[in-house]
């Protein structure tokens, strides 16, 4: 007996960990190196494709819970994240090719799990688990849409990364917002700066992409110059707000109106990427109008900002809490493809699927986290969402079960849910003598 696992992304090697970890034997399939999708790169697993950030790692907020979470139950890719971590204030950030490289190392040397090089074009019978993410194209898409009776499309976009030498260290400061140490580069604007860089970025040419015209964007991943042109001031109060720096100036010696935020990419600190720049520009145009930021005038940049597509089933028709589909109970999906948002969130469902699936095969009952837990809530999310448009979702405080007599106070609710979640999962640990 062994299970299909379809892609070897976030999702995939999480899942396949944990399958192997309950001693089932895993054929993961994975179609790098031998096909790419447009955002992957390297033939590592793993692979973050846009910021080398995996959030907060703080327990008033979601996504650190989720990790701590995750840590409790001994995920393979947090546990990488943490090896293999990058001074980012209170956030987990990491080296990407170290991050990608401790995981792909696991996985080939577990002995459960056998790599298959190539393009997975049709879903297989038995026990499988299809985790081939966001970018999921071609055959296995039209698999998919068959089975589900559903079409899959979305947009999304990436932000560039420019070498640290090719910055001018002169017109940037490194601070981390509220004195949260030193991680981050920042590019302070004066106002003049700022309103001569918004009309460049709204009249600037973005890459004529015909088939995505009418399709929304993800509000989490927005492309900049969309931001940009919904008003003047959106991104000052957005992600150039100045705020959280108290000593720092402009070059006319006021307060920065603006500040443009660089963060590091690999551990030597040689690459640095331009937060929250996701974009279609053109590349042209990109060097020319990022090129306006303080400090960048001559960056050099190593990977321009691109826009992809992201695919999501419409799971709350098709799935069930464990991420069984729910009409074919050996059949799984995990990943972004199931419209949970995110790295952290992609590993955590490929966790939850690959553990229910070893259950499944070992006719035991499946377990719900509930959603006391970063983790179960993403799972009900996804399964039972029933509001307007589905859409994916990042892990927040919203989608978990309310706290009895709550703190009104916000920063004491958080922790308050966090310290809920953590001992639910403990709790779940011991019941079911989880490893
Ligand atoms: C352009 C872009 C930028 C993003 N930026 C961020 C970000 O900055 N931060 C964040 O938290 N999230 C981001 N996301 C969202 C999401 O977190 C990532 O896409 C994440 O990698 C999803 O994990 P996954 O395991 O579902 O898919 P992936 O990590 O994409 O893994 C899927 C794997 O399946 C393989 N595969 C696909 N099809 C097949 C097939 N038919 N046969 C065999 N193998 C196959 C692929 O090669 C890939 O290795 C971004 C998404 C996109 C598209």
Not at 118 to 146: F, K, N, Y
Not at 288 to 298: A, D, Q, S, Y
Not at 402 to 412: G, I, T, V
Request: net charge negative; with cysteine.
């Amino acid at each position: 007996m062994f299970v299909n696992v379809i892609g070897a992304g976030l999702a995939g090697c999480e899942c396949a960990a944990v399958l192997a970890k309950y001693g089932f034997d895993v054929k993961l399939h994975e179609m790098k190196p031998v096909k790419r999708t447009p955002a992957h790169r390297s033939d590592g697993f793993a692979e973050l494709v846009c910021s080398n950030s995996l959030r907060s790692d703080k327990l008033d907020n979601a996504v650190g819970l989720l990790k701590e979470e995750l840590r409790k139950l001994n995920s393979l890719i947090i546990r990488c994240a943490d090896e293999t971590r990058v001074p980012a204030g209170g956030a987990l950030a990491v080296d990407r090719e170290l991050f990608s490289e401790a995981v792909t190392d696991y996985i080939k040397n577990e002995k459960h799990i056998e790599i298959i090089s190539g393009e997975v074009t049709d879903i297989p019978d038995g026990p499988t688990v299809i985790a081939t993410g966001p970018l999921t194209d071609g055959s296995m898409l039209a698999c998919i849409e068959a089975l589900l009776g559903d079409s899959l499309h979305f947009f999304d976009a990436a932000a560039p990364i420019v070498t640290a030498e090719s910055i001018d260290m002169s017109r940037v400061f490194s601070a981390s917002r509220y004195d949260r140490g030193s991680d981050y580069l920042n590019c302070p604007m004066t106002r003049l700066e700022y309103f001569n860089f918004i009309r460049a970025i709204t009249e600037a040419e973005t890459v004529p992409l015909h088939e995505f015209e009418d399709k929304k964007v993800f509000e989490g991943c927005m492309p900049v110059e969309v931001m940009a042109k919904r008003g003047d001031l959106t991104l000052a109060y957005g992600p150039l707000k100045p705020v959280g720096f108290d000593n720092c100036l402009a070059s006319d010696g006021r307060k920065p109106f603006a500040v443009v935020q660089l963060r590091k990419e690999n551990a030597e600190g040689t690459l640095y990427n331009i937060v929250g720049f996701q974009t279609n520009l053109k590349f042209q145009e990109q060097k020319r109008v990022f090129g306006m930021i303080p400090g960048l005038e001559n960056a050099e940049f190593m990977r321009y900002g691109v826009m992809h597509r992201n695919s999501f089933i419409q799971s709350p028709k098709h799935l069930t809490p464990y991420y069984s589909l729910r009409t074919r109970p050996d059949l799984f999906f995990a990943g972004q493809l199931t419209g949970v948002e995110g790295y952290v969130e992609s590993a955590a469902s490929g966790y939850a699927a690959g553990l229910n699936m070893a259950r499944y095969l070992m006719e035991l009952p499946q377990i719900d986290f509930t959603r006391k837990t970063a983790i179960g809530s993403l799972a009900h999310y996804v399964s039972e969402y029933n509001g307007g448009s589905f859409q994916p979702m990042n892990i927040c405080y919203g989608i978990m079960e309310r706290l009895d007599n709550a703190p009104r106070e916000k920063f004491r609710r958080f922790i308050a849910l966090s310290e809920r979640a953590l001992t639910c999962i403990d709790e779940i640990i011991k019941e079911y003598n989880l490893k």
